[in-house]
Nanobody
Framework: VQLQAYGGGLVQAGGFLRLSCAASGRPFTSYTMGWFRQAPGKERAFVAAISWSGTNTYYQDSVKGRFTCSRDNAKNTVYLQMNSLKPEDTAVYYC???????????????????WGKGTQVTVSS
C-alpha cells in the first residue's frame, strides 16, 4: 500500500498550487483522506481532510476559505487546492488515509492507517 503525494513547489505569496495524492495497493473504501503539514522546527499539524463520500470536509482554521480538499474515488486520489498562499504555508505536506475522521480540529492517524511521503511547498514573500 502506497500513498504518493506530488505537486509541491516554489510559489510567490498570493499564488496557488494543487497537491495530489494517489493511493495504490488497495481501495480506500470508507477511509477519510487528507493532508498534514510540517514546517521547520514545528510538529506535524492537520491541514484538511475529506470523508469517503466527499460529503464532509474538515479544515484547520488558518486555511479555511483558501484551501479546498477534494477526492476522486475512481482514481483513489485526494487533492488539495491551495489558493492565496502565504509564507507561513511553507512546509512539507503529507497525505494520509485513516478510518477515523477528524474531530475537534485534530485528526488521529493510527498505526493501522496510512501515510504518504511528503512534498515540499515553499511560499516566498
Amino acid at each position: 500500500v502506497q500513498l504518493q503525494a506530488y505537486g509541491g513547489g516554489l510559489v510567490q505569496a498570493g499564488g496557488f498550487l494543487r497537491l495530489s495524492c494517489a493511493a495504490s495497493g488497495r481501495p480506500f473504501t470508507s477511509y477519510t483522506m487528507g493532508w498534514f503539514r510540517q514546517a521547520p522546527g514545528k510538529e506535524r499539524a492537520f491541514v484538511a481532510a475529506i470523508s469517503w463520500s466527499g460529503t464532509n470536509t474538515y479544515y484547520q482554521d488558518s486555511v479555511k476559505g483558501r484551501f479546498t480538499c477534494s477526492r476522486d474515488n475512481a482514481k483513489n486520489t485526494v487533492y488539495l487546492q491551495m489558493n492565496s498562499l502565504k509564507p507561513e504555508d511553507t512546509a512539507v505536506y503529507y497525505c494520509a488515509a485513516a478510518k477515523s475522521p477528524p474531530y475537534g480540529g485534530r485528526w488521529y492517524v493510527g498505526p493501522n492507517d496510512y501515510w504518504g511521503k511528503g512534498t515540499q511547498v515553499t511560499v516566498s514573500s
